[in-house]
C-alpha cells in the first residue's frame, strides 16, 4: 500500500491542550480539533479501504505562503528578492506539524500512529507567487 497525495492549504500545527478550571472541577480540551477534522476531511478522498496494520514510512513536506518581506515592490512585486530563503526557518515547529498531522490521519490511514517507523520532512517556501500553501504526503 501507498498514498501520495496533497492537502491544500497554509499547514497547521498541533497547539497545546488547555485546562480550563470551573470551581473545583478542571477540564482539559484539544483547541486543535476543529482544524484536524478539516485536515481529515480534505483528506478522506485519499483514504484507504481499510487501515493497515504493518509498519509504515511517511514523508512529508509543508510547503508555506512566503511573507511579503520575501518579494520585491513596484513593477517587480511578484519577483522574489535573491536574498529570499527556500527553506522555512520559522514557527511553527516541525515536531508540531508532524504530531498534528499523525493525529488527524490516525484511525483512518493507519490504525495507530505507533505503527510509524519512520519520519521524512521538510520544511519550505512556495517557489512562487502562483503556487499555493500545502502539504504533500507520501505513506508507504
Do not use: W
Request: net charge positive.
Amino acid at each position: 500500500m501507498s498514498s501520495y497525495f496533497h492537502i491544500a492549504g497554509e499547514p497547521c500545527a498541533q497547539k497545546r491542550h488547555r485546562h480550563v478550571s470551573r470551581g473545583k472541577f478542571v477540564s482539559t480540551y484539544d483547541p486543535s480539533s476543529k482544524d484536524k477534522k478539516e485536515f481529515l476531511k480534505k483528506a478522506m478522498v485519499y483514504a484507504p479501504d481499510a487501515p493497515p496494520v504493518d509498519a509504515i514510512s511517511i514523508d512529508v513536506t509543508f510547503i508555506f505562503s512566503r511573507p511579503k518581506s520575501h518579494y520585491r515592490t513596484g513593477k517587480n512585486s511578484g519577483v522574489l528578492k535573491s536574498s529570499a530563503p527556500n527553506k522555512h526557518t520559522k514557527k511553527p515547529d516541525i515536531d508540531n506539524l508532524i504530531k498534528f498531522l499523525l493525529d488527524s490521519l490516525n484511525g483512518v490511514f493507519f490504525k495507530d500512529d505507533s505503527q510509524v517507523v519512520s519520519i521524512k520532512a521538510n520544511k519550505e517556501y512556495v517557489k512562487s507567487i502562483e503556487q499555493e500553501a500545502k502539504t504533500i504526503i507520501n505513506i508507504y
